[in-house]
């Protein structure tokens, strides 16, 4: 990708390429890909095979117009004169689509002209080397070029692509122009908000990372996309990404955009959002290649208009990139990935630059952006990254997949099957943690893998959704095992299905930390960011970090925080507790009538607490949350929090309704919280308190108290959304007595008894 600096535009040979001289349909049909590993070791098999002089990795560059084109070329013969461009793949070469050739042939060109015109060359010979990692044999192709005939196709190319860069340098110096004078949407910053929107800028400033505990409602989004547009101005900025747990942090990150833009129509900025392809996708019951998805078929004759009709747009939110795809009869999921190249804004879940083979992350590294990141509710991020870098093998479907196998993968799953019986063998009980992964096994996996992998490359047109989806669990399995160490366990638990085998990641900090140095400056902020030691140790936050507790704008005569002592939600003591807390609540409801939200730690002790507040005050209406609600479901329950309604909506802490809900107002005036919200002992959760009190000495803490305060917290802040707000929030726990747990509570909070 591209960086516009000082009338100069730099780009990738291989972005180059891929604008210039990709043709024809999308065709994304499965057929199993190398690994980065493997690929890696192709090139070093090929380069081992060549003579003493063979160069590899060798850095390029040159310059036509205002463009500067650079890369590496992967090897040259100066014996032979034979630059190389080595593809590394696995399967029938004939089956690879003619325009994926056609754009390896581009790369190999540009290389080689770059190449004749750094060593002053009169001409060689191009070779495609394709290397199959199965057999371990190479196919080359080559052409012979005169230095004259590759400057030649040098500059077409570069002349396809000079009228994008000078327009792409318009843009960014009048969007630079624009936001050096871009002034705050609102006559004045909200209480609070001017605090985070300076601690974000000065970040940037500094090029650090940035914890920011930041009170719910003093406009977060605005206050922190505004600093960091600023910032791209002043700092240099290539992109912003705002990144999100939910979908409607996404949407207020949007709202933030369009009301910028609004109040600076002359500011030209691309704004994109980024959406799961299974809610982008059109046509779900059709493949994603040119002979059954209409949209992909001539997809990138047709990219050209449709990115071109799409950067005029400026929002493209989900719904403007369909709009504009379908106008093109392009695939709007496809779309959005190519115009991420070309945004200004970049609105996402946090998977696009956090997990594993994040989009953005592979964009920026590739294109050497500098990006300013903004990860919104960022209280959320220990518990999703985790879950991007844990694994899971089920034995259930390894059975599964034995019994109707292709002959030549019975043998390498019996082998498989043969070494999990193995690791069976010392699993006693429901529950294990293995101090290694081991090799024996990890082989059998590997290699089962690889068998699959070459099945399907050998039967491109096969269709077998469990063996595909077992394939990607496997690799995903053993990538993650060679990076297995401290920050993670190797367990096995047992139910009635059979063994889970599991790469269980507790400290995400090893895989994050290289996403935050690859952005100039990372800002986090929630309402729920303490301690802050806690955030930083498990996301591998830089050390240079700075922190900021964001001043509330909210008042302690607002909020009346109750702490009903007497009570003990501990498992053991939850049935005497049933009729104080239904006592409680009635209380409060007869004292002041209107909306309130109880929260539990379990839907059963949820379910016991309605049971008898409905049995003994049936004049109250109530309203629970269901299991895996669905959402309609989620909106037919907050439907019933109107500014003129009143009853009881009961919930489980840490669900949908105890974070992200906006009620203001009358639509909620108070909460009780029956729980400390800590997770359940269970052995998983112990062996993380062990690992955790190894690494970081505060085992418990880091374990049960401070996630569970962080759902407290979150819930509480439903209540008070604005200046104008009043209401109750009642902590239902003997242990809300404690001073570490008080320590944990928001500073502005007043505390009765």
Known sequence: MARGRRLSYVVAVRALCEFTAKEGDLDLRFT??????????GHAAVAARRDAGYQREVS??????????RGRADGYDPARRQLEEIKTFRGDLAAMPANHRQLHWAQARIYGHLLCQTLGLDGLRVALVYFDIASQKETVFHEEHTAATLQAYFERQCGRFLAWAERELAHRAERDAQLRALRFPHADFRPGQRQLAEAIYKASSRACCLLAQAPTGIGKSVGSLFPMLKASAEHGLDKVFFLAAKTSGRQLALDACALIQRHAPALPLRVLELSAKTTACEHPDKACHGDA???ARGFYDRLAAARAAALRTGMLDK???RAVALAHQVCPYYLATELARWADVIVGDYNYYFDLGAMLHSLTVAGDWKVGVLVDEAHNMVARARKMYSAELQYASLKALRKGAPAPLKKPLARLQRQWAALDKEFDGEYRVYPAIPEKFLDALQGAATAIGDHFADHPGAVDAELQRFYFDALHFTRLAESFGAHSLFDASRDAAGTLLCIRNIVPAPFLTPRFA?????????????????????LGMPDNTAWVDVDSPFSAAQLSVRVAGGISTRYQHRAASLAPIVELMARQYADAPGNYLAFFSSFDYMERVAALFAERHPGVPLWRQQRRMDEAGREQFLARFTTSGEGIGFAVLGGAFGEGIDLPGARLIGAFIATLGLPQINPVNEQIRQRMDAL?????DYTYLFPGMQKV??????VIRS???????????????????????????????
């Open 32 to 41: 199993p890909s190398p690994s980065a590993q493997e690929g890696m070791a």
């Open 60 to 69: 390029l560059s040159g310059a036509y117009g205002p463009l500067r084109v």
């Open 293 to 295: 998805c209409p949209l």
């Open 319 to 321: 719904a403007g990139v």
């Open 518 to 538: 690859a952005s100039r400056s990372c800002a986090l902020f929630s309402a729920t960011l303490s301690p802050w030691n806690y955030y930083s140790d498990q």
């Open 696 to 700: 970081f000495g505060a085992g418990y």
């Open 713 to 718: 917290v979150q819930a509480a802040g439903r």
């Open 723 to 753: 200046q104008s707000d009043r209401g109750v929030v009642y902590l239902i726990d003997d242990r809300f007595a404690r001073p570490e747990v008080r320590r944990l509570l928001p500073a502005w909070w007043r505390l009765e008894a």
